[in-house]
């Protein structure tokens, strides 16, 4: 039973990857039309010199933007869409288990839960939220963290890879202690905090539909985003996802040749081209996943695939 579990285990990681890959297209439009610095920059010609001045230092704070909230999306998706199919997954292995009376299951009230098939596709159904709603809630948090660490930074100044590896990390730390911070208040009270991960991730719960299963499937993914354990898990998926973009970064400085330090004007353009490939959706048609250097980072993640594992046999006793 333990080797059959290891399969549908892997079987499920692929599964989470083919439907991250589904869902970039919409996520890449939205962030590109809500933080499009192309248009800005068509425009900036017919300005003056002072709206010049204006419209550079919004560029600026746009591309910085899209990038941080490109890289978050792909983890917070793989992320979310992982502990989904393994919730779903745990469900019907342990019906198989119930089903065909494998003396080894042990009901208990954890597994008893019976996931028909239109639960199954309403609960993979609640991603929507994120894309919705849930992707705008994210790119205002980014923006708001962007403008504090780089609204003071001169497009006229030379920057090495590690000054844009502290930027952006300083954003990434103001964000990621507030989610983990606003984790522990939910974890101890029955509250709703406006930009709580729960609140980019899940709709609120008067918006769930009359399905009791359903219900039960959002209230534990629920109870699993607003714990101080799944902003850990979120936090180390963004560690190798970041390092993703840094290695990206050192790269594109590098083909300079001033080699490893560039004025922030000219670098600013290149990353606005990288965050055109963040969320690349191109699928290996052999495996499902690899192709994209951002996701295939998230996917290999070892914190992950434990918690992943958590998930799938929370509730398994045999």
Known sequence: MALRMRYLFEENRKTSVSALYNLFPQTQRVLVETLNPESALDKIRSMTQEEKRSAWNDIKLQIFSRTIASVYSVSLLHLFLSIQVNMIGRY????????????????????????????????????????????????????????????DLSLKKVCTPSDMFD????????????????????????????????????????KVNDNPTLNMLVDELRDLVDSVHFVNVFRETCNSSFSVLYRRIENLMMDEPTQNQMRVALFLPKLMRETKTIMNDQLNAEYGNVVNEYVWAVHENVTLNKYCVMVYSHGVVY
């Open 92 to 151: 019907l292995f342990i019906r198989h288990l119930r089903d065909n009376n494998n003396t080894l299951f042990k009901p208990n009230t954890l597994n008893q839960l019976d996931v028909d098939e239109k639960s199954q596709q309403q609960f993979l159904s609640v991603v929507a939220h994120f894309q919705n709603e849930g992707i705008s809630r994210l790119i205002k948090i980014v923006q708001e963290n962007v403008e504090k660490s780089a609204a």
């Open 167 to 206: 930027l952006i990390e300083d954003v990434r730390k103001q964000i990621e202690q507030k989610f983990f911070d606003e984790a522990k208040v939910l974890e101890s009270e029955s509250t709703q905090l406006e930009t709580s991960l729960s609140k980019v991730l899940l709709p609120d719960e008067s």
